[in-house]
């Protein structure tokens, strides 16, 4: 039985992991283009009028079949659920219009796993990140350039249009005081 997010998401405010998969396992993300413009669409969603300031991503990870990210919302899960309504849904339909198709383009709705405390949030964010490691498609030595990531900020202080979307969690920012002590 499908369970309400709302009634997943109790708390008022939260982090969650959330996954989601493509359609039958597709590579729909596979392109760069497609790549960008999920994030794109993501950006869209994190507007004042979808999100209300009340939703950030402090982690990301596009790989070519699923895309994992760490969301945090804040005055209720109803504006976590805007964003990933309207994020999912543009992009879906921009899919499909490029691509002459119509029909789903995830698999199920994404998984949204509640993180409890500082540490689970803190791996999390690792485990999100090292995700092309995992998957073989990268050398931990070239991660640095995987431009589908927020390692390439966290780590590197590589800044970009998706990384000044980011909302940096609390335990980053007590790795140090500068930028650089925490990279």
Not at 25 to 39: F, G, M, P, S, T
Not at 172 to 177: H, I, S, V
Request: glycine share 8%; aromatic share 12%; hydrophobic share 30%.
């Amino acid at each position: 039985m499908r369970i309400a997010r709302s009634a997943q998401l109790y708390l008022d405010q939260g982090n969650v992991h959330q996954c989601w998969r493509c359609h039958n396992k597709e590579a729909y993300l596979e392109d760069v283009e497609i790549k960008k413009l999920y994030l794109k669409c993501v950006r869209e969603a994190l507007s004042e009028k979808i999100s209300g300031g009340n939703v950030g991503i402090a982690a990301y990870c596009v790989m070519d079949n699923h895309h994992h990210q760490i969301v945090s919302y804040k005055n209720g899960s109803g504006w976590y659920s805007n964003f990933m309504r309207q994020a999912h849904g543009l992009f879906g339909a921009r899919y499909n219009k490029t691509h002459g198709r119509s029909g789903k383009v995830a698999e199920g709705r994404p998984r949204t796993s509640l993180i409890q405390d500082d540490l689970y949030l803190m791996r999390a964010h690792f485990y999100v990140e090292a995700n092309p490691i995992r998957a073989r498609k990268i050398d931990p030595s070239k991660l640095k350039y995987y431009k589908f990531s927020s390692y390439r900020f966290y780590a590197h202080g590589i800044v970009d249009k998706y990384s000044l979307e980011l909302t940096i969690p609390d335990w980053y920012l007590k790795l140090g005081n500068t930028p650089e002590e925490r990279q």
